[in-house]
Nanobody, 123 residues
Framework: QVQLVESGGGLVQPGGSLRLSCAAS????????MGWYRQAPGKQRELVAY???????KYADSVKGRFTSSRDFNANTMYLQMNSLKPEDTAVYYC?????????????????WGQGTQVTVSS
């Protein structure tokens, strides 16, 4: 099986920074897409950023210019550097990945989620 483990959330003042990490482990053959979503209280989960294959990161308009996402392919880890944080960035942030796993001599593609990490931006 595959596990996604996030870390790095916390409480920060407006204008501050946080760095989230998401580490994938298990019988991973390949990670096709990795991304970050967030869900604020009373709102739907929304896409924040994603990286498909070896491509460049794509971002939601609300975080462009403030958030930067990157991947360490060797470590199966994705990062989200969040700068100039605003109160409206407060949410639970989830890591998501489209991963192909080894099953015998075949690969099976699946969609996986981390447990989420709370980010609170408040003075």
């Amino acid at each position: 099986q595959v596990q996604l483990v996030e870390s790095g959330g916390g409480l920060v003042q407006p204008g501050g920074s946080l760095r989230l990490s998401c580490a994938a482990s298990g019988r991973i053959f390949s990670i096709n897409v990795m991304g970050w979503y967030r869900q604020a209280p009373g709102k739907q989960r929304e896409l924040v950023a994603y990286i498909a294959g070896g491509g460049s990161a794509k971002y939601a308009d609300s975080v462009k210019g403030r958030f930067t996402s990157s991947r360490d392919f060797n470590a199966n880890t994705m990062y989200l550097q969040m700068n100039s944080l605003k109160p409206e960035d407060t949410a639970v942030y989830y890591c998501n990945a489209d991963i192909s796993t080894l099953v015998g001599i075949s690969t099976v593609r699946g969609d996986y989620w981390g447990q989420g990490t709370q980010v609170t931006v408040s003075s």
